[in-house]
């Protein structure tokens, strides 16, 4: 029982559960994330956090609904913690996610390393999780967003979002779950139909199909 789909785009590009030789590049890309703190203890612990949530649980669970208390799992729910991989194997993007009631994925990060910023890639990673999306019969999708960014490249993505019908302001919050974090923050929602419009927007994304595997 395990983290173990494979979301691989007809393009190249790839979803993979995060493993331990992933450290080096997890540490480096939450080394500035916006939302809580981002010491090196803090990280090492969240680090260790993700790895251990990724050997919980069978994915078909999520596939399944089956992933709220009364199923025996956890109060959190299922997490899955995701690397993105490009065409040519290089690993850009971390994104972790959260199943605790049937056929809902909250988005609890969403982290691109230093090195890949500013190539546009967050809609190249929002088209691919589509695939995952389908796999696991997700039909709503959820995430925060600061309510004034820290990086300036989730300016163009709210224009995408829009463009998708997606609300960007479904409720506005405190952020009380990211260690020493207040920031505010605003709930992001998207139907099957906003998240598939989504990847249909985005540029060489329309036709392209998935194939799921196991590791």
């Known amino acids: 029982m395990a983290a173990n789909t494979i979301c691989t785009a007809s393009n190249g590009w790839k979803m993979r559960p995060m493993i331990e030789s992933d450290y080096t590049f997890f540490m480096e890309a939450f080394a500035d994330y916006p939302l809580g703190s981002t010491s090196y203890k803090m990280r090492q612990n969240k680090f260790s956090g993700c790895i251990y949530n990724n050997s919980l649980y069978a994915d078909s669970i999520i596939k399944s609904g089956a992933v709220e208390q009364s199923d025996g799992v ?51 990673c929002a088209a691919l999780g589509v695939g995952l999306n389908r796999e696991w019969n997700i039909t709503m999708v959820r995430a925060w967003l600061e309510a004034t960014p820290t990086f300036p490249a989730i300016n163009p993505m709210r224009t995408k979002y829009n463009a998708a019908g997606i609300s960007l302001d479904i409720s506005t919050d405190t952020n009380l779950v990211d260690h020493g974090d207040s920031s505010t923050i605003k709930k992001l929602e998207a139907n099957e139909t906003q998240y598939e419009a989504l990847k249909t927007n985005c540029p060489g994304w329309a036709d392209v199909t998935y194939t799921i595997s196991t590791s």
């Open 74 to 124: 956890g109060a959190q729910g299922v997490i899955r913690t995701y690397v993105t991989e490009r065409p040519d194997g290089k690993a850009i993007h971390i994104r972790i996610l959260i199943m605790h009631q049937p056929n809902l994925l909250v988005v609890r990060s969403y982290s691109m390393h230093p090195t890949y910023r500013g190539n546009n890639y967050a809609h190249q």
